[in-house]
C-alpha cells in the first residue's frame, strides 16, 4: 500500500469528536481526504464540516463531496491534518512546496490539535537538510525582498512554472531560501524573516505539530510533542 495512504488511514483514529476539520494541501493531504470521504460514505463523521487549506484542495474536497466551510464561519478548527515537507527531532516542520503555506499556517494556529501526515523519507536530523524554506512575498518590490533574504544568508530561487513565476492562492511569489547548517537553530531565522518587509509568510512551522503519523513499509507510528 502506498505509504502516504498508510499515514492517511492512521491520522483517521484524531477524527473521533471532531466537528470542524481543517484540511491540508498536498499529495498527502489529499489520501486524507479520501479516507474522509470514505468513512462519511460508510455513514460516519456525519457532522463534520472542513476548512479547506487552498483552492486546491476545496476543489478536491467538492470532488469527494465533503461538506465545507470557511475561517470567518468557524474560526477554531477542533483538528486539522496536513502534511509536511521536512520533519527533525523536535517535530518542527519546513512545509509550502504545495504552494499553500500562508492558509496552511493560518489554519492551524486556529486548530485546537494538528497532525501532520508523512512518509518516513520526510523524518530529518535537522531543518532544511533535503529542502528549502519556502518564502511568500508580494510581487511588488519582490526583488528587494529577495536581496534582503539573501542579507539574511539564504541562497535564493523564485519559484516558476513553464509560464512564469508561480503565484500563490493570494496572488504573491515564493522564494525558496536555502539557509544550510544555520537551520540547526530555526527560530533566529524565522523571526528575522518575519521582519522583513515584502514577506508574508515562510514555511517554518515552529511548535505547531502536536502529532506526526509517520508511515514506513511496516507500518506506521506516531510522534507525540511534550509541551511544558
Not at 155 to 178: F, K, W
Not at 182 to 200: E, H, R, T, Y
Request: aromatic residues 4%.
Amino acid at each position: 500500500m502506498d505509504l502516504k495512504r498508510i499515514a492517511a488511514e492512521r491520522a483517521a483514529d484524531f477524527l473521533a469528536d471532531v466537528k470542524v476539520l481543517g484540511l491540508g494541501t498536498g499529495s498527502t493531504a489529499a489520501h486524507f481526504a479520501e479516507v474522509v470521504a470514505e468513512r462519511r460514505l460508510a455513514g460516519e463523521l456525519a457532522d463534520l464540516i472542513a476548512v479547506p487549506t487552498s483552492i486546491q484542495t476545496q476543489r478536491l474536497a467538492e470532488r469527494l463531496e465533503i461538506p465545507l466551510s470557511t475561517l470567518d464561519q468557524h474560526s477554531r478548527m477542533d483538528l486539522t491534518v496536513d502534511g509536511a515537507d521536512e520533519v527533525d527531532p523536535q517535530l518542527d516542520l519546513i512545509k509550502g512546496h504545495g504552494g499553500a503555506l500562508t492558509r496552511e499556517k493560518i489554519v492551524a494556529f486556529a486548530s485546537t490539535c494538528v497532525v501532520i501526515i508523512v512518509d518516513e523519507s520526510k523524518i530529518v536530523g535537522r531543518l532544511g537538510e533535503r529542502v528549502t524554506v519556502p518564502v511568500e512575498v508580494v510581487q511588488f518590490g519582490w526583488k528587494v525582498t529577495r536581496e534582503r533574504l539573501i542579507e539574511l544568508g539564504a541562497s535564493t530561487t523564485l519559484r516558476e512554472t513553464g509560464e512564469g513565476p508561480y503565484v500563490t492562492d493570494q496572488g504573491n511569489y515564493i522564494i525558496d531560501c536555502g539557509f544550510g547548517e544555520a537551520l540547526s537553530a530555526p527560530d533566529p531565522i524565522a523571526s528575522a524573516i518575519n521582519n522583513l518587509p515584502g514577506v508574508v509568510e515562510h514555511g517554518l512551522f515552529l511548535g505547531v505539530a502536536d502529532h506526526v503519523v509517520v508511515a514506513a513499509e511496516s507500518g506506521a507510528r506516531v510522534l507525540n510533542r511534550v509541551r511544558p
